[in-house]
């Protein structure tokens, strides 16, 4: 297993590091998939997380100038590490004024992503800095959790409005309950409910638009004004919402009623995919 | 007594000291002499000790006299704030800055009080009483220009450097050599697979404005004070000088400027007892220990007076949360012969050992 990667330009290391900086927001420790031409972080669902899952992909060749690989085999090329997240964005962090950044996989005693990075310094001259992140190697046998998720058939597909708004609008919520409900319908239409004995809010969205629909029965059988709506714990939806320091290219909620909500964002090159499952 | 007056930018200079020697402590002494006015801290396990002292100078007005007591003794103003009471006074000191037109601190001879008070645009006057604790100021003795190493750098390098530290890694390791300056995590135990980041950040010899190595060393101290140092001196953009020696001796991190002089100083971890070392600490745990500073009462008098001896006693590397058991001993001006002790305490003589030397003059 090998694994040696560059980044040479000051603006991939930018946006490399912003990325690193939502995943650490959205897991505590995630899985990192390295393949000839992408890398995934990837957080499957499980008990303890709640049910959340994340999926976050992006082209290797728009962020290094050199990448090398070798996975664990040849059928299986390869690599599948789990980390911290944060320890990621904390040292891609230190990097603002690097020239240069390497990471590489090694084994200091035991598996690391070690970070390399050239700081220029004020009098020109380069300070070596490096971080040696201590990862576990996921054996071929666990895999299998770790595919990309099937983008679900929901029941109404809904391009999202302003995620700063959005998180605004419900951290005020926050306060009042736990269960939040999203509902929307193929109007254009997205409210954000909150309800307990004494009161209720709704925020109300309009005009927001729908992605065209990937079958033709969704948009037949549905009435457009008809909202399918999903219950969902509100401190995951802050968590992703706290994830997004700025908005995506492209945003869409898709809900399965009663069963669950997927986010499916576009920032620039990388594609991130977000799951919360209903309440029960 | 104590009577001085300061400028809105000079408030925020004071107030970083102080919110630098938070870091230190939770408890600050007010030690005022005509040196100027000294702000002490030092951490309950005795490992970390910081002072600013303020000259005359830095201040519009500075006026400080001793007390006299009722059987005719003089005493200083032995001071002991609580850093609660007193960092809140100084938070926002940017808008201290822009707001303070004069901020005076006096005490008040009857109480046991410290007054601040902080004369705001607008006719604003915001006045402050802190209760003190009488208790005499601690000093360290070190006489950091005995040391092998000294370096001087820019702030700015070592707070690029300590970013790299997460919070949650106290501390840090600063490894020398004559070609370069390695500022590194600390590996005390080996590290798992549950371990935090290992970093470390290579400085070459240029990037220091004074570089002497005279030992190749390594030596293991808190991050957390180091930090606070550096808040200080980013406010007085002035370089950080740092002493030391080898690993065990404590490290001396010194800002010297004009109108103030800052110190702090640092235990660092002690090698493991396989060294030639005195039985005392081959007594202890296998850890290793930082050793502990040695530590004084500053003296009650003028200083015109006899000279003053200071009593200093070299603690034993022990372990970390041993009791101190420093006392508070004076002398008294009109006693005579000055007191001296020399407290056996078992340990080795290391060369240059500077604990256990008298000195004549504070610190």
Request: charged share 25%.
């Amino acid at each position: 297993m090998k694994f040696r990667a560059k980044i040479a330009d000051a603006a991939c290391l930018n946006h490399f590091t912003r990325v690193s900086c939502m995943v650490a927001k959205l897991a505590r420790t995630c899985t990192l998939r390295i393949r000839p031409h992408t890398l995934n972080f990837i957080l499957a669902d499980s008990a303890a997380g709640g049910g959340v899952s994340m999926w976050c992909e992006l082209p290797q060749e728009n962020f290094f100038s050199e990448f090398q690989m070798e996975g664990v085999s040849e059928e299986n090329n390869e690599i599948y590490v789990e980390l911290t997240a944060e320890n990621l964005s904390r040292a891609l962090k230190t990097a603002q004024n690097a020239r240069a950044l390497k990471v590489k996989l090694t084994n200091k005693h035991f598996p690391c992503l070690t970070v390399s990075i050239e700081l220029v310094s004020v009098s020109s001259s380069s300070r070596m800095v490096t971080h040696d992140i201590p990862v576990k190697v996921i054996p071929r046998k666990l895999w299998k959790n770790l595919q990309e998720p099937a983008v679900p058939d929901s029941d109404v597909s809904i391009y999202m409005p302003v995620l700063k708004t959005m998180k605004s609008v419900v951290e005020k919520m926050k306060n009042i309950s736990n269960q939040l409900i999203i509902e929307a319908n193929l109007n254009g239409d997205l409210n954000l409910k909150i309800e307990s004995e004494l009161v209720s809010v709704t925020t109300h969205f309009k005009d927001l638009g729908n992605p065209p629909s990937a079958s033709e029965n969704e948009s037949e059988d549905r009435s457009p004004e008809q909202m399918a709506e999903v219950q969902v714990d509100i401190r995951k939806f802050l968590q992703f919402l706290a994830g997004q320091q700025v908005n995506p290219t492209r945003g869409i909620c898709n809900v399965v009623s009663h069963k669950m909500v997927h986010f499916d964002l576009l920032h620039e090159d990388v594609s991130l995919q977000y799951f919360i499952p209903a309440m029960s | 007594m104590l009577k001085c007056g300061m400028s809105g930018s000079q408030v925020k200079v004071f107030g970083k000291a102080i919110q630098a020697l938070s870091r230190v402590s939770d408890e600050l002494w007010l030690d005022p002499s005509e040196k100027g006015l000294a702000l002490r801290s030092v951490n309950s396990c005795r490992s970390a000790y910081g002072c600013v002292l303020f000259s005359p100078v830095f201040f519009q007005h500075y006026h400080w006299s001793t007390s006299v007591e009722v059987n005719g003794t003089k005493s200083n103003l032995n001071c002991k704030l609580g850093m609660k009471s007193i960092l809140p006074i100084f938070r926002c000191l940017n808008s201290l800055e822009r707001n303070v037109e004069m901020c005076k601190i006096f005490t008040r001879s009857d109480k046991s009080k410290v007054v601040i008070q902080l004369f705001c645009r607008h006719g604003i006057k915001k006045t402050h009483n802190v209760c003190f604790q009488e208790s005499q100021p601690l000093q360290v003795l070190f006489e950091k220009n005995t040391c092998s190493n000294i370096l001087m750098i820019q702030p700015r390098v070592l707070a690029e450097a300590i970013v790299l530290f997460t919070s949650s890694q106290e501390e840090v390791t600063l490894a020398v050599t004559p070609l370069e300056v390695c500022i590194k995590s600390s590996t005390e135990e080996s590290m798992d697979l549950n371990s935090s980041v290992y970093s470390e950040m290579f400085v070459g010899p240029h990037e220091f404005e004074f570089f002497q190595i005279g030992v190749d060393t390594e030596i293991t101290f808190c991050c957390k004070e180091l930090k606070g140092m550096l808040i200080f001196s980013e406010a007085t953009h002035a370089p950080i000088t740092m002493h030391f020696d080898f690993p065990g001796k404590p490290l001396a991190l010194s800002i010297d400027h004009m109108l103030l002089e800052a110190n702090f100083i640092l235990a660092t971890l002690a090698d493991e007892p396989s060294r030639a070392s005195s039985p005392q600490s081959l007594c202890l745990s296998q850890k290793r220990k930082r050793s502990d500073l040695a530590v004084s009462n500053s003296k009650v008098g003028k200083k015109d007076n006899k000279a003053m001896e200071s009593i200093s006693r070299k603690v034993a590397p022990r372990n970390l949360y041993a009791d101190e058991i420093l006392s508070n001993i004076s002398t008294l001006e009109n006693s005579g012969s000055p007191i001296m002790k020399r407290v056996n305490s078992d340990t080795e003589e290391e060369p240059g050992s500077s604990s256990l030397r008298k000195v004549k003059e504070k610190h």
